[in-house]
């Protein structure tokens, strides 16, 4: 005879790890001097640096800049506006925004920091005075 003894068990086990992520690094994305009278633009790479717990999925966003909005592209405030976009890539044909241009990681390990950069570039032809022109941008991680 034989017997089939089934057993259903269940185990709880309350949430240990929540989601988190921090930041490390920043380095400005800095163009240096601009020349209005060159054919070319002028590019600029900076970099962040963060980690998140394993397995978490996340967002980054960059803001329009305290100098920008939602009808322009960002600008650098000084005595003009001097138009500049940010970027995903190198080729810098993929910009980075906050309505729906996000640059999406999935986070695959939180022992090391990651690091990713942003591509600047500055239009050519920009008729602007001389003078010092700077942004503040928010950097914003979703998770």
Excluded at 22 to 37: C, E, K, Q, R
Excluded at 71 to 87: C, E, I, S
Aim: charge should be neutral; glycine fraction near 8%.
């Amino acid at each position: 005879m034989k017997i089939l003894i089934l057993a259903v068990l269940a185990v709880s086990v309350p949430r240990l790890a929540h989601a988190s992520c921090s930041w490390s690094t920043i380095n400005a994305v800095a163009f240096g001097t601009y020349d209005a009278t060159t054919n070319t633009n002028t590019d600029a790479t900076g970099s962040f640096t963060y980690k998140c717990t394993i397995g978490t999925s996340i967002t980054i966003d960059l803001d329009y800049g305290s100098n920008g909005d939602r009808t322009m592209n960002r600008v650098l405030g000084g005595t003009d506006k001097l138009a500049y976009t940010l970027y995903q890539d190198a080729t810098r044909l993929l910009p980075w925004g906050n309505t729906g241009l996000t640059h999406e990681i999935i986070v695959s390990a939180a022992t090391s920091f990651t690091q990713v950069f942003v591509y600047g570039r500055l239009a050519k032809g920009q008729n602007i005075q001389v003078g010092d022109y700077s942004d503040t941008l928010t950097v914003t991680i979703n998770y």
